[in-house]
């Protein structure tokens, strides 16, 4: 891990503080939160805010994670929370996936 983009990250991540399902620590994620995050992957959006995933996969440099590990998944549930939920645009979305980076931080 790179702690100067770590504290990056979590400086970062504290202009959401007011979102509690958005960790405030990527390396530091309790089983519970994740498995939460995970859960809402399976909500239904419509073809706009899917639309708004997709961008949000192409305009990010990896994705949700850049392999399909549990990150991934609690990452693309976190995403659609966020998108359907909250009304987050594409850029938020790489925005955020890009500061719950916990897979090196590079």
């Known amino acids: ?6 504290v990056s990250q979590t400086n970062g991540l504290k202009n ?6 958005i960790p405030q620590n990527p390396y530091n994620v309790s089983a519970s939160h994740a498995k939460g995050m995970m859960s809402y992957a399976t909500l239904t959006m419509t ?4 639309a708004v995933y997709d961008n949000a996969a192409k305009a990010s440099s990896e994705g949700p994670c850049c392999c399909k590990c ?3 998944y609690a990452h693309e549930g976190l995403a659609k929370a966020l998108i359907t939920q909250y009304g987050w645009n594409a850029q938020q979305i790489a925005n955020i996936w890009s500061l719950e980076d916990c897979c090196g931080g590079t």
Do not use: C, E
């Not at 891990?1 to 770590?6: A, E, S, W």
């Not at 959401?16 to 399902?21: A, L, W």
């Open 16 to 21: 959401y503080s007011d979102i509690p399902i």
């Open 47 to 50: 073809q706009a805010q899917q």
């Open 70 to 72: 549990w990150a991934w």
């Open 1 to 6: 891990m790179d702690y100067n983009h770590y």
